[in-house]
């Protein structure tokens, strides 16, 4: 381990392009042998991969498995370690006065060694760029890149101070939530369901309840509202999407879009219709394409900067890569789609399937969380899991139960809705849930719509 013959106590220069600083890295090892009571600053800002050299990364592993043992070490530990007698013999000619650096100079080293481990990890992203070029899936090396840079940005964020964060904290108590929270207009599912970004809220429900519908509903709501909003239908047109909207905020028939027979009939309501979903501008993103993956939803929201993403549904998403099972995909893209809530910072509401043992069961209908369809990761994954269900098994026509059984940050419990499925909208009712409940229907409100 050769000598600089730098002076201990002064800053060394920085011109180093090679993607390693010799001579800080080798000052700043030489130093932590003789002064333990620094290992933990330099441990707060440099790992194992950070080191350039072998005998520096070697000599690190040793002096953390003393300090974890014991808190401490001293160099006749860390020699008694080394198998290698020459390595031994360069270290007891060079370590002489280097205790002599100070604590600032100690930070000072070490920050310049993680500045050149990440111009290494730089150089090896933008290498593997250049081999995108052959690539069958350029965009997800892009993305893979992208993510890689990102997660070079975040190990920025290794020193935690408590009483700075505590104060944030503090502090934050006193300001209004609302930024935070993502209100839909429901009255009652608002004071249930606390949505807070970076939240997954999944909705459940067998085929045909109205889940589609349902998050149709919400997305209008959270657009009413000034947000931005992702809507990925994974089974629909765009063209079937914009039906159910119009038919919702213009209270026209469903049934009357399908066939194209408003003229005449419903000119007024079509011009609300359009109005309000005009002034909507760039607030709403659609993505109807049949083949979605995780990683397509990353790239695009990136851009987007979205306050909420519904993705229509779960089990209907791309994999990224090869799976032996239904189950582990679906694990893989429920953890995927959490993870970018938060790095979105947005809410994300998934609708999944159930599996048909709901059915089985006749009149007694009410989901339960093992119900959740091909993946135990859905429950585990979620902050927030709400079933739909019908509230009369029999009914085709029956109103429409929500049942909320998770809620990291709220209550539990169910809220009574009225499905008109004819305009596709769900109205709020005053009614309790109770097994085979028959009472007369709710009218909707104006509330109800945009």
């Not at 002064?10 to 890295?25: F, L, M, Q, V």
């Not at 993305?143 to 935690?160: E, G, M, P």
Request: net charge negative.
């Amino acid at each position: 381990m050769e000598r600089t013959g730098q002076n201990k106590g002064s800053s060394i220069s920085d011109t180093s392009n090679d993607g390693y600083h010799k001579e800080a890295e080798k000052e700043l090892i030489c130093a932590l042998i003789m002064t333990p009571e620094n290992y933990e600053i330099v441990s707060m800002i440099l790992n194992d991969d950070d080191w350039y050299f072998d005998e520096s990364r070697i000599l690190w592993r040793i002096m953390t498995k003393l300090y974890d043992e014991k808190q401490t070490y001293d160099f006749s530990e860390i020699f008694s370690e080394l198998d290698d007698s020459a390595m031994v013999a360069d270290l007891k000619r060079t370590i002489v006065g280097v205790s002599s650096l100070r604590e600032e100079m100690i930070r000072s080293y070490a920050e310049l060694v993680k500045k050149h481990s990440k111009i290494r990890q730089v150089q090896k992203i933008a290498q593997a760029l250049m081999f995108a070029i052959d690539s069958d899936d350029v965009d997800r090396d892009i993305d893979n890149a992208v993510t890689s840079l990102n997660a070079i940005v975040q190990s920025n964020k290794v020193n935690f101070n408590f009483q700075e964060e505590i104060l944030k904290y503090h502090q934050s108590k006193y300001e209004p939530i609302g930024k935070n929270v993502i209100k839909s207009g429901y009255e009652k599912l608002d004071k249930m369901i606390c949505l807070m970004r970076s939240d997954l809220w999944v909705i459940a429900a067998r085929p045909s309840v109205g889940k589609t519908a349902f998050a149709e509903c919400l997305m209008s709501k959270f657009l009413a509202k000034g947000m931005r909003v992702a809507f990925y239908a994974l089974e629909m047109s765009e063209n079937q999407l914009f039906d159910r909207m119009y038919a919702a905020i213009g209270q026209i028939p469903l049934s009357a879009l399908k066939v194209n027979d408003v003229a005449n009939r419903f000119d007024d309501k079509m011009g609300r219709a359009s109005n309000i979903l005009s002034s909507v501008g760039d607030r709403a993103y659609i993505n109807a394409n049949f083949s979605v993956t995780t990683t397509d939803i990353k790239r695009e929201m990136r851009s987007f900067k979205p306050d909420v993403v519904i993705v229509d549904y779960l089990q209907l998403l791309t994999p990224t890569k090869r799976f032996d099972s239904k189950t582990n995909e679906v694990a893989e893209n429920s953890r995927a789609l959490k993870g970018l809530a938060k790095e979105l910072n947005c809410g994300m509401i998934v609708l999944s399937q159930l599996n048909r043992a709901v059915e089985a069961r006749g009149a007694n209908n009410r989901p339960t969380l093992a119900d959740l369809r091909d993946s135990g990761a859905i429950e585990q994954d979620a902050n927030v899991v709400t079933f739909l269900f019908k509230e009369n098994a029999d009914d085709k026509n029956s109103r429409i139960v929500a049942d909320t059984q998770k809620n990291r940050s709220g209550e539990q419990g169910t809220i009574v809705y009225n499905y008109h499925r004819d305009f596709q909208m769900f109205s709020e009712t005053d009614s309790e849930y109770t097994p085979q409940n028959r009472k007369a229907r709710d009218k909707y409100t104006e509330s109800d719509v945009i």
